[in-house]
C-alpha cells in the first residue's frame, strides 16, 4: 500500500486535512471491508492530489486556467477510477458488488466517455471558476456551515448567502447552456427551452407531456435536476453527477458529519493517517485558500462520516460482502450520532454489528401482505421481542416532491423496547418506493414493509427510529396509513 504524500506547505496540509475524511469515508462506501476501505482512500488520496500538483504546474506554464473540479470532488472522482483499476487488474473482489456491476455498465462510461456525453452536472461545475465550484460543493454536498466555509475561501460571512445565491445561478446558467449544446434527439431538443422555463419559477407546474418525458430519458431527468435550484434537489444533482454510483449514500453521510459540527477536520489525531504534517507559520486567508492549519481529520470526525449506512439502494451494511466481519474503519469506542439525519428526534443509537441472517435482508417475509391490517395467523415477527401489539406513533413527512418522484422520512416512537423492528404502511395512490436508507424494504402492491438496518435495530422504550426513502408517484402522492409496528397498529401524528 502507498505512502500518502507529504504536504509541500501549510496550505496544504490544511487542504489535506479537510480531504482526507471525505475520501476516506466514499471509500468506505464503495469496499467491503475496512483494510480495502483504507487502501483504496490511500491510493485514491495519493493518486489526486499529484494530479493536482501536476495540473497545477501545467496550468502555471501555460500561463492559463485548465478546466479542473475543487479539490474534495476530484478526489472523489479519483476513488471511482482507482476502484476502476481495482476492477481491471483482478481487486474486484475487495469492491461493493453492486459497485461492480456499476463500473461494468454504460452508466459508468459516461464518466470518462466523449465530454459533450458526460453528466450535466460533472461538465457544469468542471466550467465555473474552481473557488465558486468549492463555494457551491462545500455548502450544498458537504453540508458544512455558511460561515465556516466562507472562513475557508476567505470570503466576507456576511455575504457568504448573497455569494452562494449568485453561484447557483451561475451553475445553473453552465448547466443549461451544456443541455444546449448536448447531442439530443428532436424530441428532447422541443422540451429544452420548455424545461429552462418551468424549471425557472419555483410555482410553475409541469406540464404532463415533460413529465412523462423526464420519466423516460435519463439525460432530461438529469437536466431538469441541475436547472430547478429550489426544492432541496440541488445537492443530490451535483453529488450523484460528480460522484456517480453512491452519491446519494455519500451526500447523508456528509450531512451527517456536518449536523454533529465535524464537517471538514479537526485540528487533532495528525498520527492515525500517516501524512506528514508541517509546521503553520501564521493563518493566512484567500479566495481560493484555506485557514492553514497543520491539523488532520480526528478520529471522531471519522466515526460519524463511516457510521454503517445504507447506499440507497434498498440494502443495508449487512447486505454486503462482509456482513459477518466487517468493523467501522474508525475506532468503534467512540460514540456516534443518531441513525438518522433528517428526522430532528430521531434517537435511534447503532449497536455493535450481529452476524447477518442466513436469509437475504429483500426476501424476509413480508409480515402484512397487501389488504391486511395485521399479520396472518402463523406468519414469523422479525424479532423474539414480543411486540405484536406494541403501542407506537408515527410522523410522515414529505420533504420533497419533484415531478414523477418525492423523498420522504417515517419516524416511530415506540412505548415500548425493542430488539428488532419492521414497520409498514399502505400507499392509497399506488406510490413505489425506489430507494432507502436506514433500513431495507420490500414492497406488495401498495403495502411496503421496512426492516431494521444492523445497527439500528435496538430501540429503548419510549425512543424513536425513523428510515427515509426516495419513492415514485403518478396522479397523486397522497399520505399513506395503516401504519403499523412489528404488526401493531400505530397512530400517525402530524
Known sequence: MPDLPTPQNAAEAALFSECWDAVLSYADLCTSGSAAATQLATEAFTHGIREARTNNDATKGAGRRTPRLPRVPLLLTSVRTTAAAWETHGQGHRLDPDLRLWLNSEKAARYTGPPLHRPLALRGLKDMQEADAALLWLAEVEAVPLPAVARRLGLDPTAAAEELGHVRALFRDRCHRNHLDTPMDAGCRSYARLLDAVTRSPGAETPEDLSRHLAQCVECAEAAACLRLHGGGLPAAVAGGVIGWGGLAYLER???????????????????????????????????????????????????????????????????????????VADPGIPSPSATARPADSSASPEPKKPASATATHTRPDPEPQGTSSSPAGSATPSAHPTRSASCKVKYEIVDEWPD???????????????????AWTFPDGQRVTQMWDGTFTQHGSRVTASAASYNKSVAAGGTFAVGFIGSWDDRNAVPDNFTLNGGRCIRTT
Open 254 to 328: 456528509r450531512r451527517r458529519a456536518a449536523e454533529a459540527g465535524l464537517a471538514g477536520g479537526r485540528a487533532d489525531a495528525a498520527s492515525d493517517t500517516g501524512i506528514a504534517v508541517g509546521t503553520v507559520a501564521r493563518p493566512r486567508l484567500g479566495r481560493t485558500g484555506l485557514l492553514a492549519a497543520a491539523v488532520l481529520v480526528s478520529g471522531l470526525a471519522l466515526t460519524v462520516s463511516l457510521m454503517p449506512f445504507g447506499d440507497g439502494s434498498g440494502r443495508d451494511a449487512s447486505a454486503r460482502g462482509d456482513s459477518t466481519d466487517r468493523q467501522p
Open 405 to 423: 418522484g418525492f423523498q420522504a422520512t417515517v419516524a416511530v416512537t415506540s412505548a415500548q423496547a425493542l430488539d428488532d423492528w419492521q414497520v
